[in-house]
C-alpha cells in the first residue's frame, strides 16, 4: 500500500472535541486510547473476541447517547465525549454493583494492589457500597494443582472463558444459569481438577481480580 493509499483510508472524528485520526481499528475504545486517553474497562482484551458485558467502558456519543465503545465501531465525524458526568456516574454504579458480589476480603486476597477491580473502585472513589453484600459463600476450588479457584471474587467479565476457548482450544470454562444465578464454572458444575484443564494458567493472566 503507497502512502497516498494510506491517506485515503485515514478518517476523523472528534474525541472531547478534540480530532483524531482513525484507519482500521474495529472500535472506538481504540481509537481513544491511540489518542491517549484512557478508557476503564473489565472485559475488553485486545488478544480475545468482543464481549461488551462489563460497561465499564462507557462513552457519550453525541446523537446516540451512552454506549460501550469496545463494541462500537469508529464513523468519520462521530464526537464522542469519554468522561462525562452521567459516563463517570454509570462507571461507578457499576463498580458497586460489582462489589457488591465481591468476597471483599482485600486485605487477604493475593491479587491485593495489583487489582483490577480494587484500582477502579479507588480512583473512581467508591468509598461506600449502597447494596447488599453477597451472602452466599460458594467453596474455594482446590482440586487442580495449579490454579485456585475462587468463585467468590468472579465479576462475570468472561475473560477466562474467552481465554480458554480462544487461545488454548479448551472451552473448560463457561457461563451457566442467567440472571442473577449466572456463574462462571466448568461443564456440570465440576471442579477444576475433574476436567480437561492442561494448568495453562491462562484464565489466572487475564483475570482483573483474584477469582
Do not use: W
Not at 9 to 37: C, P, Q, S, W
Not at 72 to 96: A, C, F, N, Q, S
Not at 119 to 125: C, I, P, Q, S, T
Amino acid at each position: 500500500m503507497t502512502a497516498m493509499d494510506t491517506m485515503k483510508d485515514t478518517k476523523t472524528l472528534f474525541v472531547n472535541g478534540r480530532e483524531v485520526e482513525f484507519t482500521d481499528e474495529e472500535n472506538i475504545l481504540n481509537v481513544i486510547r491511540k489518542a491517549g486517553i484512557e478508557v476503564p474497562t473489565f472485559c475488553y482484551r485486545p488478544d480475545l473476541t468482543q464481549y461488551g458485558a462489563c460497561r465499564m467502558c462507557v462513552v457519550e456519543i453525541e446523537g446516540r447517547g451512552i454506549q460501550a465503545s469496545c463494541t462500537t465501531p469508529p464513523e468519520p465525524g462521530m464526537k464522542i465525549h469519554v468522561h462525562t458526568e452521567k459516563t463517570r456516574r454509570i462507571r461507578k454504579m457499576v463498580l458497586e454493583l460489582l462489589l457488591a458480589n465481591h468476597d471483599r476480603e482485600c486485605t487477604t486476597c493475593e491479587k491485593s494492589g495489583d487489582c483490577e477491580l480494587q484500582f477502579l473502585a479507588n480512583k473512581y472513589g467508591v468509598k461506600d457500597v449502597r447494596f447488599g453484600k453477597k451472602e452466599d459463600i460458594v467453596p474455594v476450588d482446590e482440586s487442580n494443582p495449579s490454579i485456585v479457584r475462587d468463585p467468590n471474587k468472579c465479576i462475570l467479565c468472561g475473560a477466562c472463558v474467552r481465554a480458554c476457548k480462544e487461545i488454548q482450544g479448551h472451552g473448560v470454562l463457561d457461563f451457566a444459569n442467567r440472571g442473577s444465578k449466572t456463574v462462571v464454572t466448568p461443564a456440570h458444575n465440576k471442579q477444576m481438577g475433574e476436567v480437561d484443564c492442561v494448568y495453562c494458567g491462562q484464565c489466572a493472566a487475564v483475570c482483573p481480580t483474584g477469582a
